[in-house]
Structure formats: structure tokens, C-alpha cells
């Protein structure tokens, strides 16, 4: 019998495929590599995905949601997104280390202002507000002397494993008061004061995750002059701007106010949440420095950093950022968007409270409509939390903190009853 050629390959070839396929596993390190603990919050968005209930409400995700639950694209994004596709001179190339130069100038001048001088402003494109707080924590643990960062109690659950992940010791400072369910002044200023003079102090820049507490200008002030006296470097964190008041610049006002009193301020930008440009991955990392040199020096240093990392940014996201900022049109009708997605949730926290008292609630929950930003720190504690999600289907962090984007007008009557069940006749502000 006579085989061509190919079909004695095709024999060949699946008769060592399979005896391949029967070998058993082979013991390699893999074997002892443990399970890893799932994302406190990413972990959530996974099982309310697997969640069959119909009736089930995502309130865990820091992510915007339009009036029907659904993602929101900006239409002023999306139109930035026309302008990019018929533009001849767009391009997939490779951005420099430091990203974008023009997306950075806009970016910086959003947070700083206008006015802004960027020749003493060292800063650099990132992946997000993560990858800025990351880039930043490298460089502090490379170059700063003191190794410690006071980051406030609560926070944005991740700050704690960036900044620890990039070599710095983090330490707690007390921001939040339960039983008032207010800002902790009184405590934030005694830890601080009780910081090594010369560490690094993180704040939020606005709408402060998760508590939706900010200090008021009179005690942003009174936290400066403390700083300032202690000489302590400012890492601020601004992932809402714009989401505290619906106002973007007015939000900028504790970086600009430190800035004008002349802290060396850094910050990590994301326009994640302000833009709904999550997925894209675009934010900045940024030094007030005292001079042209010294911003090159620091540049420097910085791009060191990034390059044996990820060589360079992402670049759909900030051309979109760069396109809207660049034109005096769709930066208007941006403002007018972000005002419309802060004043939708500002509408949620008061519904939500007054579902609340409809179903029977007799607590006083007046802090959801004081606080601002993306979040309602509502008070109730990790059984509350396990109860609402096993019994109603609505997935939250076990804090008790509610992403009020993820309410709207046919599903807030529901969580305020599930809420009322669980919360009646037991304390809500106790749980440290
Ligand atoms: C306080 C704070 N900082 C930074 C981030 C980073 O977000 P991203 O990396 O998506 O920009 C978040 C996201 O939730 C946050 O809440």
C-alpha cells in the first residue's frame, strides 16, 4: 500500500499530538503558587455578573450609569472621537515616554488652571489615577528620605496596596468621625501633627472616596498651614474632578489653594470618572518643582521609571481628552455633560433618602445628602452590607458605601426598602 506523503504527516502529526495530550502534568513552582484573594471590589463586580436575580442592583463600582443603568459614552466624547477618525494627521504610533506633550498640557491646565505655570509643572501621561499613584510611589521610594506616606482612614481601598507595592511604609491618618458621620478634623490634624516632619501626607482633591466628605476651604486651610509647618510633601489624589460639586473648577480648589501657598504639591490625575474614559486608561503624574531644572531633572528620573515598565502610554484616551480640551466648543459642552452626570447622582442621594423614609425608616440619614461626590458612606456595617447582598441581590463593599450612579428612578425604591430591612432598629453609624 502506497501513503502520500501528507497523509503519513497527518498521522504522524496526531498520533504525537495525542501521546502529548496523555503525558501527566509536569510538578513545576506553579504547583505551590497560592491563591490569591480576589479584589475587594472587583471581586463583587464578578459575582454580580454571575448573579441571576433580575431584580439585582450594582451599587459596589465607582462608575457612572445613566438614568436606565447603563454606561454613559459622553456625546461630547464621542464627538471628539469623529473629529479623531477623520483626521488625517491621527496615527497609532508609539507616544513618547511622557505620553501626549499636547494632552498633558491640557490636563495639567485643567487641574492647575489656566494660569498655571508650566514651567516649573514636571509631568507625564500615566495609566490612570492607579498609574499615577504608582509612578508617583516608585519615585517617592526612590528618591524620597522619608519612606512613609499618611494616607487617610478610610481611603480608595487600592492606595494601600500601590503605595506599599512601590516601597513606601503606609501609615493611617483619622479622616472620618462615624458617630457624626463627618470629617474627623480634630483627629486628622493630631496624626498629622504626629507624622515625621518631612514624610509625605496623601490627600484626596475632592469628593473624597469613599466617605463623600471633604474639609470645607476654612479647613483645607488649616490643614495647609499644619502641612506647611511640618514640612510634609503633598501627594494629592483628583479622580473626581468635577464630580463634587458638577463643577470641575471649583473642585479644583484645595490643589490650587496648596499650590498658591507654595506647597511643592504632586498629583495623580485620572479622567476615568470625569471624562467616562475608564477603560482607556488616561490620567497624569505631576510635580510642582522650583525651577525649569529642577522639572527636567525630575522628568527625568520619572521617564527612568516608566520605561522598564510599560515604555510608553495608551493613546486613544488622551487624544480624546486632548480633542475635547483643545476645542473651545466641545470643552463647553464637556463641562455642561459632567455637571449633568454629578447632578443626576446629587438627585439619587435625596431620592434615596426620601425612598427611605417612605418605606419606614426612622434613621436619620441627613450625611447622604451632605455628602458629595460618587459615593454615599452610608453607615451601615459588614452584616448589613453580607444581608443585602445575599437576601436582595444588590452588591456593595462590605463599608457600607454606596456608588449612587448605580441608583436611578426604577430601582432606588427597591434598595431603600431592602435597606430599611436591614438597618431597622439597629445602629448605623457604630461600626469602626
Ligand atoms: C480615590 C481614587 N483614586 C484613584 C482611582 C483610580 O482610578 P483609575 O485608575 O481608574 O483612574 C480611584 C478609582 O476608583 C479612586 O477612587
Not at 501513503?3 to 503519513?8: E, G, N, Q, R, T
Not at 466628605?213 to 483645607?220: L, V
Not at 510642582?288 to 484616551?317: C, F, W
Not at 463599608?399 to 436611578?408: E, F, P, T, V
Request: hydrophobic residues 40%; proline residues 4%.
Amino acid at each position: 500500500m502506497k501513503y502520500s506523503f501528507a497523509s503519513l504527516f497527518f498521522f504522524f502529526a496526531t498520533t504525537t499530538t495525542s501521546a502529548f495530550s496523555m503525558t501527566a502534568p509536569k510538578q513545576t513552582y506553579l504547583a505551590d503558587i497560592p491563591l490569591g484573594a480576589p479584589d475587594a471590589i472587583l471581586g463583587i463586580a464578578e459575582n454580580f455578573k454571575k448573579c441571576t436575580d433580575p431584580n439585582k442592583v450594582n451599587v459596589c463600582i465607582g462608575a457612572y450609569r445613566d438614568e436606565n443603568g447603563k454606561p454613559w459614552i459622553l456625546p461630547s466624547v464621542r464627538a471628539a472621537e469623529k473629529i479623531m477618525m477623520d483626521d488625517e494627521n491621527e496615527n497609532k504610533e508609539y507616544a513618547s515616554i511622557a505620553g501626549d506633550a499636547a494632552y498633558v498640557e491640557q490636563a495639567i491646565k485643567f487641574a492647575y488652571g489656566q494660569d498655571c505655570d508650566l514651567s516649573v509643572i514636571a509631568a507625564v501621561q500615566t495609566l490612570s489615577g492607579t498609574g499615577a499613584c504608582r509612578i508617583g510611589g516608585e519615585f517617592l521610594s526612590k528618591f524620597f528620605p522619608v519612606k512613609k506616606i499618611y494616607i487617610p482612614d478610610p481611603t480608595w481601598g487600592n492606595h494601600i496596596a500601590i503605595f506599599q507595592e512601590a516601597g513606601m511604609e503606609v501609615v493611617r491618618y483619622r479622616y472620618y468621625n462615624r458617630a457624626t458621620n463627618g470629617l474627623d478634623l480634630e483627629g486628622m490634624l493630631e496624626d498629622i501633627t504626629n507624622a515625621p516632619d518631612g514624610a509625605v501626607v496623601l490627600l484626596h482633591a475632592c469628593a473624597h472616596n469613599p466617605t463623600g466628605c471633604d474639609p470645607t476651604k476654612e479647613q483645607w486651610k488649616t490643614i495647609s498651614d499644619l502641612i506647611k509647618k511640618k514640612n510634609l510633601q503633598v501627594f494629592f489624589d483628583s479622580a473626581y474632578q468635577g464630580f463634587a460639586s458638577g463643577d470641575a473648577e471649583a473642585d479644583a480648589f484645595a490643589l490650587r489653594y496648596f499650590v498658591e501657598e507654595g506647597h511643592n504639591v504632586m498629583l495623580a490625575q485620572s479622567f476615568a470618572k470625569n471624562f467616562g474614559l475608564y477603560g482607556e486608561r488616561c490620567g497624569t503624574l505631576s510635580f510642582v518643582t522650583n525651577d525649569a531644572d529642577e522639572k527636567e531633572r525630575v522628568l527625568s528620573q520619572v521617564k527612568k521609571i516608566i520605561r522598564p515598565m510599560y515604555s510608553s502610554p495608551p493613546i486613544h484616551g488622551s487624544s480624546i481628552v486632548r480633542t475635547v480640551l483643545t476645542d473651545e466648543q466641545l470643552t463647553k459642552q464637556y463641562y455642561e455633560e459632567c455637571a449633568f452626570m454629578a447632578n443626576r447622582i446629587g438627585s439619587m442621594r435625596k431620592l434615596l433618602v426620601d425612598e427611605l423614609k417612605k418605606a419606614g425608616s426612622t434613621h436619620d440619614w441627613s450625611h447622604i445628602t451632605s455628602q458629595i461626590g460618587m459615593f454615599a458612606y452610608t453607615g451601615m456595617n459588614s452584616d448589613m452590607c453580607d444581608e443585602l447582598t445575599s437576601k436582595s441581590s444588590i452588591f456593595l463593599t462590605r463599608d457600607g458605601r454606596i456608588s449612587l450612579a448605580g441608583l436611578n428612578e426604577n430601582n432606588v425604591s427597591y434598595v431603600a426598602k431592602a435597606i430599611h430591612a436591614v438597618t431597622d432598629g439597629k445602629p448605623i453609624t457604630t461600626e469602626a
